[in-house]
């Protein structure tokens, strides 16, 4: 409902409110289907966008945005290699070497058109699907020797 108080800057016509803030019509004032309401912050038009997005705000990605997809990652993968044998311990005087690698966030398979649909713009929170201006998981290698005597 539009308070009187309202009456001389909002008015209603063919199911439209018409407002002097917002998205111009040329007059100065704009047309939208809606209401206007004030929550205590200033007047808000409640319009369509208002209430497809759960109070127009930064609430997640729109259905436009949503995509269907699968993924397969290679998270991770270690490939290791020990030397032991009984001519390699009495030339060497040692149990054994162990030589190992590892390789993290080695690829991914996927039709996303984002970065990465498992990172998030706002970390571990409730916002979700806002993969903009983030990175995707790093890939890294890790070599190691280990020596046994």
């Known amino acids: ?15 439209q409110t018409v407002a002097e ?9 704009f047309a939208f289907r809606g209401e206007i309401k004030d929550f205590g912050g200033g007047r ?13 705000g930064f609430n ?3 259905d436009q945005f949503v995509e269907n997809i699968n993924t397969t990652r290679l998270r991770e993968i270690t490939l290791s290699y ?5 001519g390699f311990r009495n030339a060497t005087k040692l149990q ?3 030589f190992s690698v590892t390789g993290r ?6 039709g996303y058109t984002g970065v990465d649909p498992e990172t998030n713009l706002t970390g571990v929170s409730n916002g979700r699907g806002i993969d903009y201006f983030n990175n995707p998981g790093t890939r890294s290698f890790l070599f190691s020797v280990k020596i046994n005597y």
């Open 82 to 86: 020990t030397l032991n044998s009984p």
């Open 60 to 62: 997640g990605p729109n």
């Open 96 to 98: 054994s070497i162990d």
């Open 21 to 29: 803030f917002g998205r111009p019509t040329g007059d100065g004032s």
């Open 1 to 15: 409902m539009v308070s009187a108080s309202d009456a001389a800057t909002i008015r209603n016509s063919n199911g």
């Open 105 to 110: 966030n080695l690829y991914l398979w996927t």
């Open 44 to 56: 808000v038009a409640l319009d369509e966008s208002w209430y497809t997005n759960i109070g127009g």
